[in-house]
């Protein structure tokens, strides 16, 4: 449908629509043979991960500064990772106002087992997000990402001859945290490729320092993916303990860690424990959440994102710009179009000084997101509102129905005795006449009606 839709189509087709032109173009079958024959043309090794050997193999013979495609390693397992970026935008995570930078892999825009690997960083000085780098992979391990992470500070060192540098592990170090959800292959096996920079002298961390351990020295988890658990708990508490559950991530001391382990044990709900029982078990996770435990000093971890809505959104971008379902080669050589067109805006915005989004510093993103929350909550309560008068209209109409059946029982009741008495009525009009005696001496009787009783009299 896009293609039929497609303005150019229009144009080549003279206004028409393709079933217009071609009949034939009305069988969807035959327009995917079509558009797949045509990929094929330019992309006769294939458009899988032997067609992305062959677009590397053709990058690798150009100046490294005009390289796209860094890496394509294959390890052991079967695990493959390609690793993308341009030397301008690699660049910018150099920059004293980048503290931080979030990785996450995303599912939708490459079609097979494949999936985008994105690196972003919110570019102070445009006032921007940018995806600085993507990988494109199919392992999730700890081990996996390890690797992963060990290339991309390879080829971050050989494009702009600068390490990954953590102020906590080495001197003069600009970068303080790395944003992640809560994937634990993730966070550990980029904790111990991160932790291979680190300094002993100058951070006082060993060397031999477990992954569990040097995470929470650099890694922030995001809170909104944090909580999402707890929002299965809605349902099997009361409002008040469900919104003491959902602000966990803001416990600010120990003590009060204490208390909200207590308080869970009292809810006695093998659910939530079971789910906090994780949280309190594992040495980094807590630590990597919420700030009383972080081992981070308060102002690096207040002037560091604690979510990763940057990430998140970058994600939706270049769905939005790209399109999703595609093939891996389709889905590298269509990012790198639009890599080397945010490469250019940049450069034009830093030569010119005109933004793409004036309105895009953190107090400008904090106030539309305080919007957004009180709209939320304002539908919220609409929400609440509404469901509370929903309620009580359904009360009424109980209480209506259960009148009208008692008054139904009641009539039928009244209805008994009305027919009860009026049996009753009839049979203390009647009177007993003698009308004549027996040789034996027994007496017949008659009963007649009051009203024959008196046309006998008169």
């Avoid at 896009?2 to 303005?7: H, L, Q, S, T």
């Avoid at 690699?90 to 004293?96: A, I, K, P, S």
């Avoid at 972080?294 to 959104?313: F, L, Y």
């Amino acid at each position: 449908m896009k293609v039929d839709n497609a303005p150019s189509t229009h144009l080549l087709l003279g206004g028409k629509t393709p079933a217009e032109f071609a009949p034939a173009l009305q069988d969807k079958r035959v327009k995917r043979r079509l558009v797949h024959d045509v990929k094929m043309e330019q992309c006769p090794a294939g458009l899988d991960v032997a067609g992305a050997f062959k677009l590397f193999y053709d990058d690798m013979k150009k100046p490294i500064e005009e390289r796209y495609i860094h890496r394509l390693v294959t390890v052991p397992d079967g695990g493959t990772m390609i690793i993308t970026c341009l030397a301008a935008l690699m660049g910018l995570l150099d920059d004293t106002g980048v503290t931080s930078f979030e990785t996450d892999t995303t599912f939708k825009r490459i079609a097979g087992e494949m999936n985008e690997w994105e690196v972003v960083i919110f570019f102070k000085a445009l006032q921007r997000a940018v995806t600085i780098a993507r990988g494109y992979i199919n392992g999730a391990s700890a081990k996996f990402y390890e690797r992963l992470f060990d290339e991309f500070q390879a080829v971050k060192l050989e494009i702009t001859g600068k390490p990954i540098a953590f102020k906590r592990f080495v001197e003069g170090g600009n970068l303080i945290a790395m944003n992640s959800d809560m994937e634990a292959a993730q966070v550990l096996g980029g904790a111990r490729s991160l932790f291979k920079s680190n300094n002993p002298e100058y951070s006082n961390l060993s060397n031999d320092t477990p992954a569990e351990e040097v995470a929470p020295e650099m890694i922030k988890l995001c809170t909104t993916h944090g909580k999402r658990a707890v929002l299965d708990f809605k349902s099997l508490v009361s409002e008040d303990d469900y919104a003491r559950l959902m602000d966990f991530v803001y416990l600010d001391s120990a003590e009060k860690l204490e208390e909200f382990s207590r308080f869970v044990q009292r809810l006695g709900v093998k659910k939530i424990q079971d789910w906090w029982n994780h949280k309190e078990m594992s040495p980094w996770i807590l630590p990597c959440l919420i700030q009383s435990q972080s081992p981070m000093s308060a102002e690096d971890w207040d002037n560091t994102p604690s979510i990763t809505n940057t990430g998140e959104a970058q994600h939706h971008w270049t769905n939005v710009q790209l399109g999703t379902k595609q093939s891996l080669v389709e889905a590298m050589e269509n990012a790198r179009k639009l890599d080397e067109r945010v490469a250019r805006e940049i450069a034009i915005s830093l030569q010119s000084g005109i933004l793409i989004n004036s309105q895009n510093e953190s107090y400008d993103r904090r106030a539309r997101n305080t919007t957004r929350q009180s709209t939320t909550a304002q539908k919220s309560r609409e929400s609440h509102d509404a469901a509370d008068e929903r309620a009580e209209v359904e009360h009424e109409i109980q209480a209506l129905q259960a009148e009208k059946q008692d008054a139904t029982a009641k009539l039928k009741e009244l209805r008994t005795r009305k027919s009860a008495l009026s049996k009753k009525s009839k049979r203390s009009q009647t009177r007993s006449v003698v009308v004549s005696a027996s040789s034996s001496g027994r007496v017949k009787t008659r009963t007649i009606g009051i009203y024959s009783l008196l046309r006998l009299v008169l």
